[in-house]
């Protein structure tokens, strides 16, 4: 029996299929270019993760986690633009030393609030901070009026929106509807070539298992049993002294920094950012990478993301006036037919048959069976 106090058994085998996969088998068997593809659907995963944690466990509909992968990218894109935006790259505007596009709308000077991007530390605090506090101003104006369910999801879409729209129109401070483009080195490290494109591949991917780690020890904390009670019972919840908005505000904080951490790695890896990665259609195309992998499985998130994207990918390039009618009946299928996912169809399915199978093996060779396992999201008996 292979059992853990992190893992259990069905866990610890996803995670290390999920391992082999996208640290081996993937660079071995792709080209960079497909390998590069494989980067973008993973920055996806983050916000999956956090999803699993904000809607699967916590209860809370976030049609708006695009505002917060958004931030993230904008954070990283910021910087990368003004080190690709120096002097010497940009002698033949009329202002070099800024940005191309503030130079086309006749901005002058390098806003004040773009200042501080120039140093990589503070970016990548920005990166989580900034995310993490509009997420806690929108969680407290929320929870604490018990503001939840539909009329919280709709205010998510909202802000989603306004955030796009706000994006768009101030063109001169960020770019507008073409986003941050050519963005180039990293502290001097071209992140253009190929060989560059599989370093920042592997990071990412050792980044998405470390938020797994995170999301995995929440799940397991009191924290996580609270999260599930609070989403099957909030009332009680309540009446047993717990602050229900306070748990609602953190679950809702780290779904936005993981969907930020996964935004500034797109930036990196796909080399621009633009507002059609914040609005309301890829917010919603994000929940659907959850709810067909599995909103109560962190490892199902992230096989729910890779599905889903090389769906899209193939029938966009096959279909390209169908992929979205496909993609949405992707998504009607799994809420009529497997609610639970594909993690659900594995604990429904496939583990049993595995688990019948290795008992039958275990009693032949005369040794006892026993499976102490919890599937991942159901409660311990």
């Given at each position: 029996m292979i059992n853990s106090r992190f893992f259990n058994r069905s866990e610890l085998i996803g995670f290390i299929a999920l391992a082999a996969i996208l640290f081996v088998i993937l660079p071995l068997s792709l080209d960079v270019f497909r390998l590069n593809?494989?980067?973008?659907?993973?920055?996806?995963?983050?916000?999956?993760i956090g999803l699993v944690l904000c809607w699967g466990y916590g209860g809370i509909l976030s049609l708006g986690q695009g505002v917060f992968f958004g931030l993230g990218g904008y954070c990283m894109a910021m910087f990368l633009k003004l080190e690709a935006s120096s002097v010497e790259n940009t002698k033949i505007q009329s202002t070099p030393g800024i940005p191309d596009f503030m130079d086309?709308?006749?901005?002058?000077?390098?806003?004040?609030?773009?200042?501080?991007?120039?140093?990589?530390?503070?970016?990548?605090?920005?990166?989580?901070?900034?995310?993490?506090l509009f997420a806690l101003i929108i969680g407290t104006a929320m929870f604490k009026r018990r503001v939840g369910g539909t009329y919280f999801a709709i205010i998510t879409q909202a802000v989603a929106a306004i955030l796009t729209i706000l994006i768009v129109g101030q063109q001169g401070y960020t770019g507008g509807i073409n986003g941050m483009t050519d963005l180039r080195t990293l502290k001097g490290w071209d992140i253009r070539p190929d060989h560059a494109k599989i370093i920042l591949y592997f990071v990412e991917v050792v980044l998405l298992f470390a938020c797994i780690g995170i999301a995995q020890f929440i799940r397991l904390t009191k924290l996580g049993r609270i999260l599930v009670a609070m989403r099957e019972q909030e009332d009680r919840v309540r009446f047993s002294g717990y602050s229900v908005a306070n748990f609602k505000i953190f679950a809702f904080c780290m779904a936005a920094v993981f969907a930020a951490i996964g935004g500034a790695m797109f930036a990196l890896n796909v080399g621009f950012m633009s507002p059609s990665f914040v609005g309301i259609v890829p917010s919603i195309e994000m929940v659907i990478y959850t709810a067909v992998g599995g909103r109560m499985s962190i490892f199902g998130a992230v096989w729910?993301?890779?599905?889903?994207n090389f769906a899209k990918t193939g029938l966009s390039e096959s279909f390209p006036q169908l992929w979205l009618f496909g993609l949405g009946a992707l998504f009607i299928a799994v809420v009529l037919a497997f609610p639970n996912g594909l993690s659900g169809i594995w604990a429904d399915y496939v583990q049993p048959r595995i688990d019948r199978l290795l008992a039958s093996r275990k009693s032949k060779s005369g040794t006892p069976w026993a499976d102490n396992s919890v599937a991942d999201g159901a409660p311990a008996e």
């Open positions: 593809l494989v980067a973008k659907y993973l920055t996806y995963a983050f916000v999956a086309w709308n006749q901005i002058t000077s390098l806003p004040l609030f773009w200042q501080p991007f120039h140093s990589l530390t503070f970016t990548i605090a920005a990166i989580i901070l900034v995310p993490g729910g993301s890779l599905l889903v």
